[in-house]
Each structure stands twice: as C-alpha cells, then as structure tokens.
C-alpha cells in the first residue's frame, strides 16, 4: 500500500512539471489523500494543480493547510502562497508571505527578489527596487551562475512596478550584457530609449535585434520610430524648433508607456475590457454602441486615448454623466461631438483661449455645462473649465477607467501607488560637503569670501574666462567658469580629483545611476532634463538644486564628471 501511495506522488510531481493542468494530478493526489489526508506532499501537488487550473481559492486553502502544520514543509508552502497572491495582484498578502519565507530562509537570493518585488508592487516604491539591487548583489557573491536570471529578473520586476524608463535603461542594459538572447528585454530596453530621447541607441539596438528576427512587428516600430525621430530632430533644427520643444508634448514617453502597458496588460484596451465586465446595468443603459472602423473612415478623433473610448461605446447620452457615481457628473462624448467641437475650435482659434493651438490635447468627457475631462501632453487626464487652470484627475485615461472597475468591484491589476511611508515626512534636507560652497561661489565675483572658500578647497583649480570651451582636464580634476568677473561653473572630474569623495557627502561615486538618482533627489535636488552626447556617449543628468544646476555626466556606466551651474547660464 505504501509503495503505492509513493509512486502515484512521484508521478503526480512528475507530471505536473510537464502538464500542469492535466486532470490525472487531481486524481493522483487525491488518491494519496484518500489515505493519508494530512500528507503535505500531496497537498502541494494538488494546490499547484488547482492554481495552474484557476482554481485560486481551493489552490489558496490546499497551501494554507500545509503552512498550518508548521512542519518542514512550511518555508514551500509561504512561498507557493506568495507566488499565487503576487498573480491575484493581491500585493499586501503577496508582500507578507515574502516576509514570511525570508523569515525561515536568509541564503536564497530568490526570495529576496521576491520581497523587492513584492515591496514595490505594493507601494513601497524605492524600498522594493534597492531591494531588487541587492539581490542582485547577492546572487553575483552566492550564486554567480545565476547570475544571468537574477539581472533579468530585476529588469522584468521593475518593468512590472512601472519603474522610470532611466531606471529600467540600467537594469536592462546589464540583463543584455550577461544575455545577449534576452529578446523581450532587449525590445523594451529600445523603446526606453526612446522615451530618454535616445534615438540613435535605439536605432543601433532595432538593428541588431531585426537581424535575430526580422518578422518581429514591435522590432520593426521601434526601428521605424527611431529613425522617424531622427529625421525630425535633424528637421526641427531647420526650423528653429528644439529637442525640449518636442520634450514637452510628452509623446515619446506616452509610447514607451502604452508598450509597457500593453505588455502588462495594463493599458486602455484591457482596461475598457474589464469595465465591459464590471459595468452597472444603468450605466451600460447609457452607452452608445461603439463606433465602427468605417464610420471613423476618414475621421480625425485624437490619437491618445480619444479613439479607443469611442471605438469602445460611441458616447454616452447626454446628461447621463451621473450614471458613473462620481461627485461630478462627466459622460463620454461621441466622435460627433468632438469632431464638431474641433471644428468649431479650428475655426475660431481666438474665441477659444482655453484650447491653445500649439499643445497637446483631446477631449473625451463632458458635464454638459461646459467642462471637460481632457486628455494632455505625457497622456495625463485633466479637467478643463473656461478661464481656470487644468485640475490634474489621473495620470492617464487607462487610470481613470481602472478607478471605474475597482470602484465597480472588479480586478485591478496596476502595482500600488506609493505607500505614504516611502514619501518624506518633512521637506528632505540639502545635500551637503563641498557641493554647499561650490553653491556660495556661484554668481559670486572672484573677490568675494565664498570664491576665497572655493580656491581653499581646491587650490590647483583650472579658470577659463569664457563658457565657450568644454571642461578640459586639469592638475587636480577641477574646472571653474568665470564670465565678466563672476563665478558661472565649477565642475569636477571624478577621476581625477583627489578629493570628489567629498563634494557630495554621502553620495557613492561607484554606484548604479538610479542610485545616485535616487540619493540626491532624497536630499533635495529637484529632477530636470536629461540629454545624451553622442559623440562621447556621455549622459548628462541635470538638476534644480539651491536656486542652481546640478548636473551629473556618467560614462560607459561610471560616474564622470559632477557640475554645479548657475541657473543662468
């Protein structure tokens, strides 16, 4: 009997691993259970058979049951229970089971990656992706031969928490580099290129990536893309047009989001399919039918998010808006009426002040009195009413819909917004060491005590009389910038300088960028722009620090050169 109870375990195991959903686990474990109830083994066989078959419930008391024997078998049945709260995107839950296991097992640097995951998912922003680092870390001293998936599983996590693209570029540039097979990665790591104006990265990237498969659509758009922006940026510079102009229509950085988003299922199609599943009957009362790809034949109804919602229902009746439950009674608009309300903009620029001809914007909602919900540059949703600022609503419309199917009891997939205990307290305090007089000499003349400070700390200190001229290297890494007797740069060559350690108090040279990001942004330092010089394939990180620029310049991965600027200059 008992030869017989090991072989159908052995086989349940076996045939898991192969077809997970096959109904002869079910019958082999049951078959154990029938005999030996409580056998923990054939538990967890069985709950790894009703997870794969969407059985989450059943899956969730089967691996319950055996982490409340508090046997040998508990440390497998924590993190079964986290995997499945993690996919039910219950990310609370999913973050204590990871706590749990990393309670009863310190050595594995899976389970610590786990936690990161878990931390970010559920709103513990920064904490969960330094967690994610340190796994990292520890797989490369405790298990270098894993090193490989730990580097893409850190770039698949924190695509997954909706980590900044700078954040992602880092992560995903290190996962090619230990796997130049890494497909998925590699196509997203070119799309964030994009969205970091990185066209010609992104350019070289769809290249290489092409020539591995050549039928792949997303490859061929993001080649296409690329280069599409590089002969606008070649273009814009004839007419007068610069890279910060086409920065603030926030175009790129919604592309890079929609693909994202797509690929985590995130985006305005799949939420509009969930609401479809969620939808009061009163409210579904209101809807139009969508609109058919030959009645927008021809049409012009927006690009951002305007299209789908009326593909999806073509409006709503009007004055129907408080079908939706909310405070303000906003319908959705029908592609009549924003193509006659465009119209009528179009042909009275000036009698329209609010709908300003050189931005980005489309309207999808209205109260029927005269305010609109309206859809802006970098997609975020905002309501708009005659002769008052926009008022922020969402990040974007897809935001604005998932709302509406939590709200109506359905399945909200995004990761948490983040937890009030990862934002500051209080406003962060300045960054300090020699970064503070560098600040003081700004502006200052070459007089003054604050300059005297300045030549005190770095004595052999370079000064050019003009900004015409790049940083050049000299005796000890420092570069000043004085412009008609007054103090317009300081930069200092992290190489070189003997003392760079301690222009920054605190800051680790040799640390990841979105470290150092992240440590001056926690001590005040303000995010600015962000611009790439090709011909060195230096990134240069700008700042707003104490009324000035902070810029930082990284170089093949490394730290290169930080600057303090006057903000004028």
């Known amino acids: 009997m008992n030869d017989a109870v090991e072989r159908d375990l052995d086989l349940a195991w076996e045939l898991i691993g192969a077809q997970p959903t096959h109904p002869k686990v079910a019958e082999l474990a049951l ?12 538990l967890m066989v069985l709950g790894d058979h009703r997870e794969a078959c969407g059985e989450i419930d059943e899956a969730r008391r089967l691996f319950l049951q055996v982490a409340g024997q508090r046997n040998q078998w508990f440390t497998m049945a924590a993190r079964a229970l986290r995997h499945l709260e993690s996919g039910e995107r219950n990310h609370d839950e999913a973050l204590r089971w990871a706590r749990t296991v990393l309670g009863e097992d310190h050595e594995d640097w899976d389970d610590w990656m786990e936690l990161g995951h878990a931390q970010a998912l559920s709103g513990e922003h920064e904490a969960g992706w330094r967690q994610l680092d340190e796994a990292v870390a520890l797989c490369a001293r405790a298990a270098p031969d894993d090193l490989p998936k730990a580097l893409e599983k850190r770039a698949e996590y924190l695509l997954e928490s909706l980590a900044p693209p700078a954040r992602f570029i880092s992560a995903a540039e290190e996962a090619i580099q230990a796997n130049a097979a890494d497909s998925w990665v590699a196509a997203l790591l070119g799309y964030a290129y994009v969205a970091q104006y990185r066209f010609e990265d992104a350019e070289e990237l769809g290249l290489r990536l092409l020539r591995e498969d050549p039928t792949d659509g997303l490859l061929q758009t993001l080649l296409e893309t690329a280069r599409t922006m590089l002969r606008l940026v070649e273009k814009a510079r004839g007419d007068d047009i610069t890279l910060e102009d086409i920065q603030g229509t926030g175009a790129l950085e919604m592309a890079w989001q929609q693909i994202r988003d797509q ?3 995130i985006d305005l199609p799949s939420a509009l399919a969930a609401l479809d599943a969620v939808l009061p009957d009163d409210l579904r009362a209101t809807l139009r039918p969508g609109a058919t790809p030959a009645d927008l034949a021809g049409k012009k109804v927006g690009s951002m998010a ?8 073509d409006g709503q009746q009007p004055g129907s808006g408080a079908a939706w439950g909310l405070a303000e009674p906003f319908r959705l608009m029908s592609a009549a009426e924003i193509i006659a309300m465009d119209t009528e903009i179009d042909a009275d620029q000036a009698g329209h ?3 300003p001809e050189n931005e980005l914007w489309e309207q999808v909602m209205t109260d029927d009195a005269g305010a609109y919900l309206v859809v802006v540059a970098f997609g975020v949703l905002v309501k708009r009413r ?8 969402a990040d974007s419309m897809a935001d604005w819909i998932w709302d509406r199917v939590a709200g109506f009891g359905g399945r909200d997939p995004r990761p948490a917004s983040p ?35 300045l030549r005190g700390l770095f004595p052999a200190l370079t000064v ?15 570069n000043i910038v004085s412009l008609d007797g007054l103090v317009k740069r300081v930069t200092v060559d992290v190489g070189v300088c003997p003392r760079a ?23 005040g330092a303000l995010a600015g722009d962000t611009w790439v010089n090709h011909a060195t394939g230096e990134t240069t990180v700008n700042y707003d620090f104490a009324g000035h620029r902070l810029g930082l310049v990284w170089g093949s991965g490394k730290l290169v050169r930080i600057f303090m600027a006057s903000a004028d200059s």
């Open 31 to 42: 078959r154990v259970l029938a005999t030996q109830p409580a056998r923990c083994s054939a």
């Open 263 to 265: 690929r985590l299922g």
């Open 306 to 313: 305007a299209k789908l919602l009326v593909a999806w229902h």
């Open 353 to 355: 002040p609010d709908w």
């Open 386 to 393: 005659p002769g008052q600022p926009d008022e922020p609503v």
């Open 419 to 453: 937890k009030t205990e990862d934002l500051p307290a209080e406003p962060p305090s300045s960054l300090t060491g020699d970064i503070t007089t560098m600040c003081d000499a700004l502006n200052a003349s070459e007089q003054s005590a604050a300059y005297t400070e």
């Open 464 to 478: 050019r009389r003009t900004e015409m001229a790049p940083d050049m290297p000299s005796a000890d890494g420092v």
């Open 501 to 523: 350690d301690r222009v920054i108090s605190g800051l680790d040279l040799a640390g990841y960028s979105h470290q150092v990001d992240d440590f001056v942004r926690a001590s």
